[in-house]
């Protein structure tokens, strides 16, 4: 289990809590998240991202940036000056 801001990651039963409610979350949001957490402080580049949440796949960047996106939005990022992912170009 994982706590950052108003969150709780429980990530053996795939669950993501914002004060004690479940959010609604895709997979791969969830794996692009758990990745994350599990790396705090540590910058995570896109080659890591993408070998951990589509380990046996080819995938494009743009489908990370769309899977993201939805991460953020669903952690509210941003919102209110509330920052849990923090991106560094060209990384």
Excluded: C
Excluded at 9 to 22: C, D, I, K, S, T
């Amino acid at each position: 289990m994982i706590s950052f801001g108003p969150f709780t990651l429980v990530a053996n039963e795939r669950l993501l809590l914002r004060q004690g409610m479940p959010v609604d979350l895709g997979a791969r949001a969830f794996d692009i998240l758990a990745t994350l957490a599990a790396r705090p402080n540590e910058v995570v580049s896109k080659k890591d991202l993408l070998a951990h949440v589509w380990p046996d796949a080819t995938v494009e960047e743009g489908s990370l940036r769309f899977h993201m996106a939805n991460l953020r939005k669903a952690l509210g990022d941003g919102k209110d000056g509330a920052r849990y992912i923090a991106t560094l170009a060209g990384r």
